[in-house]
């Protein structure tokens, strides 16, 4: 078990979506509970994780494909962070 995320990983089913999104959800979630710190997300570009702004203030997002992105928030402070899966959203 990571230490990083343990398990507080919060992760809500995805239903309604079709079965690339929920495999990319799935393939994020093991890349989340695989994460040592939010720097592996940064140094996967693959994920483009960025940090959001305005309404979505201390929200982050992750791409899960050209559509979709997975918000997640990050909760507590080192060694003891929380990833806490927001929701799965349409970004166009």
């Known amino acids: 078990m ?7 990983l919060t992760r809500p089913i995805p239903l309604g979506f079709g ?3 929920v495999k990319a ?13 939010e720097r592996t997300f940064y140094g996967l570009k693959s994920l483009h ?4 702004k305005g309404d979505r203030e ?5 791409k899960l494909n050209d559509q979709w992105r997975l918000i997640v928030e990050l909760r507590g ?3 003891a962070k929380v ?3 927001s929701e799965i959203t349409d970004y166009h």
Not at 2 to 8: D, I, L, M
Not at 28 to 36: E, F, G, L
Not at 49 to 52: H, R, T
Request: net charge positive; hydrophobic share 35%.
């Open 77 to 79: 402070k080192a060694p």
């Open 19 to 21: 079965q690339a999104v």
């Open 49 to 52: 994780f960025e940090k959001l």
């Open 25 to 37: 959800y799935r393939k994020r979630v093991q890349q989340i509970r695989a994460a040592t710190d």
């Open 2 to 8: 990571n230490p990083w995320t343990g398990s507080r």
């Open 58 to 62: 201390g929200q982050y997002s992750m």
């Open 83 to 85: 990833v806490r899966i």
